[in-house]
C-alpha cells in the first residue's frame, strides 16, 4: 500500500525552532543516506582527482570520519539486510536461497524503535529486502516512496517501470509523479528536500536510498561532457586491467558517466543538507553517510566496469578490502569540526547506535549483532569496540560476472585473514602495514594463521553458517575440492602445507 505525506496547516504545528528546542537532547533526527555500490575512494575526500564531491566534504569537515567501516557482506541484498536489521546477514534465515536474505514478519528493522520513539518516519529509494509480503510500510516506515522489490532502475530517466522491461525487478513503482525525463537522483532530492521542510510536532527518522551509482551507468550529459574533458586533462589512456582472481580489476577512474552519476548524489546530498539549514534543523539532526558495499571494479567477462577501488583490492563481490570497505560519515547534532576514528566498526552497528543517541527503545527480543558506536562518536574511549574480531561469509560467487569466489573472513586486529574453503586456499594480510593486501603472510606467519583459523571455524559453527555446496556450483568456473568443510585441512595461499 502506497502511504502519502498530508501537510497540516501552518497555524496548527509548533514552528520547527521550538520543536527542534525541545527534542535536540533526547530526541534530535535522523537523516540516513545510502548510496549504491559507491566505494571508499570513490569521492575526493578520499583522493579522487576525477570524482568531485564537494558537498560530502564539506559535511566530513562537521563529521566523524570512519577510516575503517566496513559492510557485512560485499552485495545488495545481504548488506542491505544487516544495515537494516542491525543482524549479521550470515545468521541462518529459513527460506534463504544462499546468501540472500529478507525482511520478513519476523524481523526486526532499524525504524522501528524510532515508530516506538514517536518518530515520524520515511524511506525514499531502494529496499530490496521485500519478500512480496513485509514490506518497509510493515516495518515502522510511515512513508514509502519508491521502496520495494527493485534491486535498481531499468534506466535513471523517467518513467522509470516503463512497460516491456524484461526484468521486473528493475521496476519501481511508488514514483509515477516523476516528471516525463527526470532523473532518477534528482527525483528522490527534490522528494526528500519536501519531506525535510514539511512542518511537523515531532523528530523524523528518515532513509534516502539512492539507486545510484548502481548500473546502468546513466548520468545527465552536460555532467559527463564535463568529465569527458577532465578525463582528457588527466591524460587517462586506455585502463590496462590487470588479471585478479577469477578475472580482470579496473586499475583507474576514469569512467566520465559514473563520475557524472556521483556528482548528482553529492549534488543531492547538498540539497537536503541546505534544506535542513534553511528550516533551522541541521544543529538538531544526525545526518549519517554510508555506502552499501564497494565499487564495482571487477569481472569475470567483459561487462562494463565502473570505477576502481584502488588502493584496495578487489571490489563488489569480495571479501577484499575493496569489496567491504566504504565510505562512512556520522555527523552529530550541532557538531563543527571534523573528527577522525580508525576502529574497524561494522554497518550494522549503525541500528543499536542511533537507537541509543536518540534515546529510542529497542526491543529487548531482536537480536543484533553491532554494537553502539555511541561512545567513539563522543570521544570515549570504547574498549570494547577495539577489541572485537570482525567476520565475513560466502556461500555464493560469480566468478563469471564479478570474478569472485565462495570465502569466509576474519579481521582479528591488524590482521586479515581469507578462507577460500571450495579451493583449499588461505590468505593472511597485515592491514596495518599492507591495507592493499598484497603480500600474503599465510607461510611466513603460522602461529598467526592457525589462531585465525581457529576463531573463524569456532564463528562458522556458531553462527551455523551455511556452506558452499559445490553440487550446486558451476564447476567450469570453479574447481573444486571434494570434502573440503570449515574444520578441513587447507593451503596456505598456492602452496600445500597441512595445519596441524
Known amino acids: ?108 528493522c532499524i525504524a522501528m524503535p524510532f515508530k516506538e520513539a514517536g518518530y515520524n518516519t520515511c524511506i525514499i529509494g531502494k529496499w530490496h529486502l521485500s519478500d512480496g509480503k513485509t514490506m518497509p510500510e510493515d516495518k515502522g516506515f510511515d512513508l514509502n516512496i519508491g521502496a520495494g522489490k ?76 564535463r568529465y569527458e574533458t577532465k578525463i582528457e586533462k588527466l591524460g587517462l589512456g586506455e585502463d590496462p586491467m590487470k588479471k585478479e582472481e577469477a578475472g580482470d580489476c579496473k586499475t583507474q577512474q576514469d569512467h566520465p558517466v559514473y563520475a557524472a552519476m556521483i556528482e548528482s548524489v553529492d549534488e ?7 534544506a535542513l539549514k534553511t528550516t533551522g534543523q ?71 547506535t542511533l537507537a541509543d543517541l ?24 570504547p574498549p570494547a569496540l577495539a577489541a572485537r574480531d570482525l567476520f565475513w561469509h560466502k556461500a555464493s560467487q560469480r566468478p563469471t560476472s564479478t570474478g569472485d569466489y565462495v570465502s569466509t573472513a576474519i579481521r582479528s586486529g591488524r590482521y586479515k585473514l581469507l578462507d577460500f574453503y571450495q579451493q583449499n586456499r588461505i590468505e593472511l594480510y597485515d592491514l596495518q602495514s599492507d591495507p592493499g593486501e598484497n603480500h600474503n603472510l599465510a607461510i611466513e606467519q603460522p602461529e598467526i594463521t592457525r589462531q585465525l583459523m581457529q576463531k573463524l571455524n569456532d564463528w562458522r559453527k556458531e553462527m551455523n553458517v551455511k556452506m558452499a555446496d559445490p553440487k550446486t556450483m558451476n564447476h567450469n568456473d570453479n574447481k573444486l575440492n571434494p570434502g573440503d568443510n570449515a574444520n578441513g585441512d587447507k593451503k596456505y595461499g598456492k602452496k600445500k602445507q597441512t595445519l596441524k
Open 282 to 352: 541541521y544543529d538538531h539532526t544526525i545526518i549519517v553517510l554510508i555506502s552499501d558495499h564497494g565499487g564495482l571494479s571487477n569481472r569475470g567477462n567483459k561487462r562494463e566496469l565502473a570505477t576502481t577501488n584502488a588502493p584496495l583490492k578487489a571490489g563488489k563481490g569480495h571479501l577484499y578490502e575493496g569489496g567491504l570497505r566504504v565510505p562512512m560519515l556520522v555527523h552529530l547534532p550541532g557538531q563543527k569540526e571534523n573528527k577522525t576514528c580508525d576502529l574497524p566498526v561494522m554497518s550494522f552497528d549503525l541500528l543499536p
Open 150 to 225: 527493485a534491486g535498481s532502475t531499468g534506466t535513471y530517466f523517467a518513467p522509470f517501470n516503463k512497460p516491456g522491461t524484461s526484468n521486473p525487478d528493475k521496476l519501481i513503482y511508488g514514483m509515477e509523479d516523476a516528471q516525463s525525463g527526470e532523473y532518477l537522483t534528482d527525483y528522490m532530492t527534490r522528494k526528500m528536500v519536501d519531506y525535510l521542510k514539511t512542518p511537523r510536532s515531532q523528530p523524523f527518522f528518515a532513509i534516502c536510498s539512492f539507486y545510484a551509482v548502481h548500473t546502468p551507468l546513466e548520468a545527465k550529459q552536460e555532467m559527463i561532457n
Open 358 to 381: 536518540c534515546n529510542a527503545p529497542v526491543d529487548g527480543k531482536a537480536e543484533l549483532d553491532g554494537m553502539s558506536l555511541k561512545p567513539a562518536l563522543t570521544g570515549k574511549n
Open 1 to 108: 500500500m502506497k502511504l502519502t505525506l498530508k501537510l497540516v496547516a501552518a497555524s496548527t504545528v509548533i514552528p520547527f525552532a521550538c520543536v527542534q528546542a525541545q527534542n535536540t537532547m533526547q530526541h534530535p533526527n535522523v537523516l540516513m543516506l545510502v548510496v549504491d555500490d559507491w566505494g571508499a575512494h570513490d569521492l575526493s575526500l578520499t583522493g579522487s582527482k576525477l570524482y568531485e564531491t564537494k558537498n560530502i566534504d564539506h559535511l566530513a569537515q562537521e563529521s566523524t570520519n570512519f577510516s575503517q567501516a566496513y559492510v557485512a557482506y560485499p552485495r545488495s541484498v545481504p548488506s542491505r539486510y544487516s544495515l537494516i536489521t542491525g543482524r549479521h546477514c550470515a545468521r541462518p534465515q529459513t527460506g534463504a536461497k544462499t546468501d540472500d536474505r529478507k525482511v520478513d514478519a519476523d524481523s526486526y
Open 268 to 274: 543531492g546530498i547538498g540539497k537536503m543538507i541546505e
